[in-house]
């Protein structure tokens, strides 16, 4: 079954596996708990790309300006999420997150886990490409705003 993930998709054969320096094995769910896997391939830091190897398509996620890590990841989320699957990844998570200079700083591959903080400790970071549990992931809409309800309640009456 092909996974529709759009325009980019190519047999496995047609893409040179030098530009791949990782692979990287998730899977995907759908709204009634299927899990299927899917393969992220990742380039290196210096060019950020990722591919998804999805039913044996490998489509190559890409734009037309530079993008990080985490640009990318929300490229292929979308697509899938257009098929009706969540990413079972660390960077689907609803409390996952990076600030600017942490994404800056690893190109988009890490983030936080945010709230709750614990107090006096500094937050967990995460490869955002790492395995998650189907049970913790969300859309990119949900996860927004998850994100935006906790910058709300940690600062209330910011946002007029």
Same mark, same amino acid.
């Given at each position: 079954?092909?996974?529709?993930?759009?325009?980019?998709?190519?047999? &496995?054969?047609?893409?040179?596996?030098?530009?791949?320096?990782?692979?990287?094995?998730? !899977?995907?769910? #759908?709204? #009634?708990?299927? $899990?299927?896997?899917?393969?992220?391939?990742?380039?290196?830091?210096? #060019?950020? !790309?990722?591919?998804?190897? &999805? #039913?044996?398509?490998?489509?190559?996620?890409?734009?037309?300006?530079? $993008?990080?890590? $985490?640009?990318?990841?929300?490229q292929a989320r979308r697509q899938l999420e257009r098929d009706g699957r969540l990413l079972c990844c660390q960077g689907a998570r609803p409390d996952v997150h990076p600030s600017g200079q942490l994404r =800056?700083?690893?190109?988009?591959? =890490?983030?936080?886990? %945010?709230?709750? &903080?614990? =107090?006096?400790?500094?937050?967990?970071?995460?490869?955002?490409?790492?395995?998650?549990?189907?049970?913790?992931?969300?859309?990119?809409? &949900? =996860? %927004?705003?998850?994100?935006?309800?906790?910058?709300?309640? !940690?600062?209330?009456?910011? !946002?007029?």
């Open positions: 079954m092909n996974s529709g993930l759009g325009e980019g998709s190519t047999s &496995d054969s047609s893409i040179s596996p030098a530009i791949w320096i990782e692979e990287v094995g998730l !899977r995907t769910v #759908d709204p #009634d708990g299927s $899990l299927r896997p899917v393969v992220l391939r990742v380039g290196p830091s210096s #060019d950020a !790309r990722i591919a998804v190897l &999805d #039913d044996g398509v490998l489509t190559e996620i890409s734009g037309t300006d530079y $993008l990080d890590y $985490l640009d990318y990841l929300a =800056q700083f690893s190109n988009g591959r =890490q983030a936080y886990v %945010r709230f709750p &903080d614990l =107090q006096g400790e500094p937050p967990e970071i995460v490869d955002i490409f790492a395995p998650a549990e189907p049970g913790d992931v969300v859309g990119l809409e &949900d =996860q %927004r705003a998850a994100v935006i309800r906790a910058w709300d309640s !940690r600062h209330p009456g910011s !946002r007029t």
